[in-house]
């Protein structure tokens, strides 16, 4: 992204979705039992959180500055139509095949038990993820944690846009207090304020919302591109992100930044060599199906534990991973692009302000 103008005009912002093909990855090999940092749950979940809460708010902050408002209909008929028909459809295929499989099992019984909070999206506050054993659809809950936070930040943008940030690192502040103290046992793991910060971990999110306030203004622009927008700034993001997963020492607000400037470095490298890495086709392809891959991976992972001699986690994420794709790419050509084009119908599209000079529209970015 060689400009301002440039930036605030695209529709479509380079990179990302080779970030989500990066992240996905990671994803299944966490599941898969891959060891290391790659096999670190909190890389690719962190990096989903962070890239959705950068296009999120950018879409929303283009909006309100186009219209002089946010449409809270659209966004959450947008979100609906993104979210629920592919999840219903798999976790009504969940219910099918724990039926049918897992019949008169322990881990049966607890998805039965769990179901009610997989449909209202509140897993994340009501499934036990760390109290051991076996749960079935137990991803459910990073998909409850994103419809929280959104249910709330549009309200937040439309009526309170200055003091956005400041909230936004309010509770950046309070997860990172809350989550330190629970862990030194100095609040109850139960406590109401405990499970609100824990529970929720909103901070990946708020870190790419504040990434999208800075590059929003022309001043964070040029900031970030003098920092990150060089040759040299994919490949630093990229060690800043993996150092910091690799090591539990580090501070996860840390890591979180570690993976804002990532991002930060991937929508504004100008580098040829770095946009065709970034840009090629199947990292692309992969990134634009990465949710129904997120959807789908457990029963690919299962599948490749079932076929795989001995269960060896490479060789089950080597199985699993392409599983996984094609599954994905399936549900994305006949069905998921049927409700994508009826959201196309609530896309906000005005002409830009004058701060923004253009000779198109203002876009609205694919979320």
């Known amino acids: 992204m060689t400009d301002y103008a440039e930036y605030r005009t695209s529709r ?53 500055e186009a219209t002089g408002t ?32 897992e019949r008169g099992t322990a881990a049966g019984a607890r998805f039965f038990e769990n179901l009610p909070y997989f449909l209202t999206f509140t897993a994340n506050w009501s499934v036990d993820r760390a109290g051991g054993g076996r749960i079935i659809f137990v991803f459910a809950w990073s998909l409850a944690t994103q419809e929280q936070f959104y249910l709330l930040w549009p309200t937040v943008l439309r009526f309170a846009r200055r003091a956005a940030p400041a909230l936004l690192v309010l509770v950046l502040a ?65 060690a800043l992100v993996i150092g910091g997963a690799a090591s539990r020492a580090v501070p996860m ?40 891959i997120y959807l789908l991976h457990m029963l690919a992972v299962n599948a490749a534990r079932r076929l795989v001699p001995g269960d060896a986690p490479l060789a089950v994420f080597a199985v699993a991973f392409p599983l996984s794709v094609v599954a994905a790419t399936v549900s994305y050509a006949v069905f998921e692009r049927r409700f994508l084009a ?18 198109v529209p203002s876009p609205a970015v694919r979320e």
């Open 253 to 292: 607000a840390l890591f979180y930044a570690a993976v804002a400037y990532l991002i930060a470095a991937s929508v504004l490298a100008t580098s040829a060599p770095i946009r065709r890495v970034l840009d090629a086709r199947p990292l692309v392809h992969v990134g634009v199906v990465s949710y129904g």
């Open 342 to 359: 009826l959201k196309e119908r609530f896309v906000v599209r005005a002409e830009p302000t004058a701060a923004v000079p253009a000779a």
């Open 70 to 101: 946010i449409s809270r209909r659209n966004f959450h008929v947008r979100r609906m139509l993104r979210i629920w028909p592919l999840y219903y459809a798999v976790l009504a295929l969940y219910v099918a095949l724990v039926a049918a499989m």
């Open 12 to 64: 479509h912002l380079g990179g990302l979705d080779g970030l989500r093909a990066g992240a996905i990855a990671a994803v299944i090999a966490h599941h898969a039992g891959v060891g290391g940092v790659v096999g670190r749950g909190v890389l690719g979940v962190s990096t989903f959180f962070a890239i959705s809460g950068f296009l999120v708010t950018t879409i929303l902050l283009r909006e309100q």
């Open 174 to 238: 309070l997860e990172q207090a809350v989550h330190h103290a629970a862990m030194a046992g100095a609040i109850a793991g139960d406590a109401l304020v405990a499970r609100l910060f824990t529970r929720s971990v909103w901070s990946p999110i708020c870190v790419g919302a504040l990434l999208a306030f800075v590059l929003h203004a022309p001043r964070g622009f040029r900031a970030v591109r003098r920092v990150a927008g060089g040759p040299w700034g994919v490949p630093l993001g990229v």
